[in-house]
């Protein structure tokens, strides 16, 4: 599995298959976690967006300000053709490892399988430590950063929960979809459950982000 890990593999696959894909879940399948989190005055940003639906349909929920980026610069450019009507669902070629962001810049940002896709690759505990870095600095006080994952919390708790971060992790799970339309990035958990895992990190010490009234 260690091809996940690498921008090549992704670039091929996009250029072989332009078709929408969602890894795990849609969104209707963690909204009711996420929207305890991430409202639509929020400023997102979706990490390792690839060609999936998620964006767009927060976007039709009322999500409207998002950026998304990926390692993928042939996916970066059909997702701008795609969404070319929506002007505040931006799309970025982009390395979650070295982002061009300033600090504090999201209130939230959403990773649907990129830190599993790295934990897949080579050297991968030096890259998800950059990758969760560079999200730290890129996030607000207040913000989220809402990790969906197969990988249970044996095996993800050593990559979140570091003394240099300093994120309160809540741990969320959400059934697998019954209908094979997802996919899972196979590896560390064989006997995993029948569920899906979403780990909620906010910065000890910001302030709770206020409930916007529906």
């Excluded at 940002?109 to 890259?127: F, P, R, W, Y």
């Excluded at 979809?177 to 560390?188: G, Y």
Aim: charged share 25%; glycine share 6%; aromatic share 12%.
């Amino acid at each position: 599995m260690a091809q996940y890990g690498k921008a090549e593999y992704w670039e091929e696959r996009y250029t072989r298959d332009a078709e929408p894909f969602d890894w795990y879940q849609r969104w209707s399948g963690v909204k009711d976690v996420v929207t305890q989190y991430v409202f639509p005055t929020h400023q997102i940003l979706h990490l390792g967006c690839g060609n999936s639906r998620l964006s767009e349909e927060m976007y039709d929920e009322g999500f409207i300000n998002s950026i998304n980026i990926d390692i993928s610069q042939v996916v970066i450019k059909a997702m701008q053709e795609k969404y070319r009507d929506k002007q505040t669902m931006r799309f970025l070629h982009m390395d979650g490892r070295n982002m061009e962001f300033d600090d504090a810049t999201f209130d939230a940002v959403i990773d649907k399988g990129t830190l599993d896709a790295i934990l897949c690759g080579e050297n991968s505990t030096a890259h998800a430590n950059k990758m969760i870095s560079e999200v730290y600095r890129v996030l607000s006080p207040t913000g989220a950063y809402v990790v969906i994952s197969y990988g249970q919390p044996p095996h993800r708790y050593p990559y979140l929960d570091k003394p240099e971060f300093n994120w309160e992790i809540t741990v969320h799970q959400v059934q697998k979809p019954t209908i094979a339309s997802t996919a899972a990035l196979a590896t560390d958990d064989r006997d995993q459950p029948n569920v899906h895992y979403i780990y909620v990190c906010k910065k000890r010490g910001g302030r709770e982000a206020p409930r916007q009234e529906a």
